[in-house]
């Protein structure tokens, strides 16, 4: 089959790889209907992350299941499906609490490389969930997004305990943070503040459902929450981006006994415990929970409440990922899908 | 009247202190039954914090109003009153989230000094709580320790999340670790595993309904919590030290979507933020909302549900208060009593 191999930063091949194959009983193997890059794929992209040798490449994706182990009892082959970017058993105690992407066993799918024609899933029945029936093919990119996006802005509104009466602020204009407007609204916040400079993802924010654009960063843009909120800042903070300056942006946004939900994935961050203790926030992130939320969201897109897909807006056919990967570096695009 | 004074790092002296006086109509003056020595006092006395020049000190406080300001309306001369740490106008709207401890009007109650004869309480509408009628001598000490140790292990104990079902480690065995394991318990927490080294600490917070000792440090504490919960760490940490070992100890105990409530005021601890981020903890802590817990907590007290004052292990004159610090300082004395 052909797929996406990552060779050194900024080298990004689509090449034959090997098929595929049931490995344990409890695996499935799924044809893709629609893949895409992740912003985190843009780390080793950027040479921020090492590149260790040839890389299968991609952990989101929507397919057709075609074939499935002696031991799955609840998708079976023919069926459309949707699943996270972590596997997850679905049966342990961590599981069982709602944190499927720290599952025991889990497999964050970056080791299976889901920009391909074809992918192997583990622990399919803890991991996949079945769409009801064949969807239309234009509610494929919404349902993609469910895979990890749409998941993780959703896991930061809810971990920043977004919903009515509160005011939720939005750090990141990336598909996450895009999608933790959406998120967040969905979940009933009364007021969503985004923090963008970007014109084209300011228009995005405010078709998700925000109320108010901030286009000043750092110290500024602190400022300029707190004076949107009494002086004492927003309720709930969404955290999408990762980077130092963000975090703090994050932190110094929320108001004492405020939420902050961290979803970009840190990278040489450090926190003095000194202004976490004084702040007072409550401070939860980390891999997105997905798996939990995907039912809900499922039902969400079919039913065509949310069209969390309007952040792809590039669509390329899987061979022209190397295009794909340079237009969201150079933030020509927000998101790129691709179609095997 | 006489108070005590910290001259430098060391040099702690009881000598006389100018009277406290209404300042403004939200303030009541209050004698004090009794004050004690906490264990962030240490900070400036182990020259951890800078002592800059003559500083009164004490922040902890349970007597009678002498005297109150026109606009007070809660309590009288005459009544026996609990306050918090941190005094608070109890309107504000982070007053009302439940976050007293970081009201828009707090004080400090270090800025009045409370290891003294009198003190000058502001916002005592929203700071003190009256006990119901003068409370018997024997409950002084319990009632002193809902000012700030019990109520900070509380608070722990609240951020989190212990409750029913739930494994809670606490690391540190000071008076506020201890009182996180009472509180712990108190809160319907099943399994209550304190961290110490130190038999007679061991000894109080069995006595507090600690479930398990963990005399372990470090690696081979947190390994010892993974052995006692399934490999998969507590649900529940209280983190009361504030050291970047205590915080990493706390971190690293605490189970993928757990919580942890840290109430050590943190001194030189970064937290990487890699690490948090994919921990999937939730942390929560700060300077604990004492007042907030004060109805519940005097409550416990009067009814003789809870001796939070076993914690006072020595008490001494108000006189002797040297000597009360030095105890505390070389760990012969849990916490000290002061009487005025």
């Known amino acids: 089959m052909r797929g996406v191999v990552m060779h050194a930063p900024g080298d990004v ?3 034959q790889r090997e098929d595929p194959k049931i490995l344990a009983p409890t695996d499935a193997i799924i044809r893709l209907a629609a893949t895409c890059v ?3 794929d843009l780390w080793p992209y ?4 090492a590149v260790e040798g040839a890389t299968p490449m991609g952990h989101e994706y929507v397919g057709v299941v075609e074939e499935v182990g002696a031991d799955v009892r609840n998708v079976r082959p023919g069926q459309f499906v949707v699943g996270s970017f972590v596997s997850s058993d679905g049966t342990c105690e961590i599981c069982r609490s709602g944190y499927p992407s720290s599952c025991v066993e889990r497999v964050f799918m970056n080791a299976v490389g889901t920009q391909a024609e074809r992918a192997r899933i583990p622990h399919a029945d803890g ?7 064949m969807p239309d093919a234009d509610l494929i990119p919404d349902l993609l997004a469910a895979s990890d996006v749409l998941g993780t802005g959703w896991f930061g509104a809810v971990a920043a305990q977004a919903g009515p009466g509160r005011t939720v602020a939005v750090v990141g204009d990336g598909a996450v943070g895009l999608l933790a407007v959406l998120s967040a609204r969905q979940l009933g916040a009364e007021r969503v503040i985004a923090m963008s400079r970007h014109e084209s993802r300011q228009k995005l924010a405010l078709e998700f459902g925000a109320t108010d654009i901030v286009t000043e960063r750092g110290d500024e843009g602190i400022q300029k929450i707190k004076e949107l909120t009494g002086g004492l800042g927003a309720h709930s903070v969404v955290e999408a981006v990762g980077t130092q300056q963000s975090m703090h942006q994050a932190i110094r946004s929320t108001r004492p006994g405020g939420h902050i939900g961290f979803v970009g994935v840190n990278h040489d961050v450090t926190l003095a415990g000194e202004e976490l203790f004084f702040s007072q926030v409550h401070l939860h992130g980390g891999p997105a929970p997905v798996r939990q939320y995907l039912p809900e969201l499922i039902d969400l897109i079919c039913n065509r409440k949310i069209n969390p897909g309007r952040v792809f807006d590039l669509t390329l056919p899987l061979d022209e990922a190397a ?3 340079r237009a969201m570096d150079e933030r020509r695009a927000i998101k790129t899908l691709l179609r095997p």
Do not use: K, N
Request: charged residues 25%; proline residues 5%.
């Open 13 to 15: 091949r689509v090449e």
């Open 38 to 40: 992740c912003g985190s």
């Open 46 to 49: 950027r040479g921020v992350d």
């Open 127 to 133: 991991t996949l969930v079945a769409t009801p029936g």
């Open 323 to 325: 295009e794909g990967y």
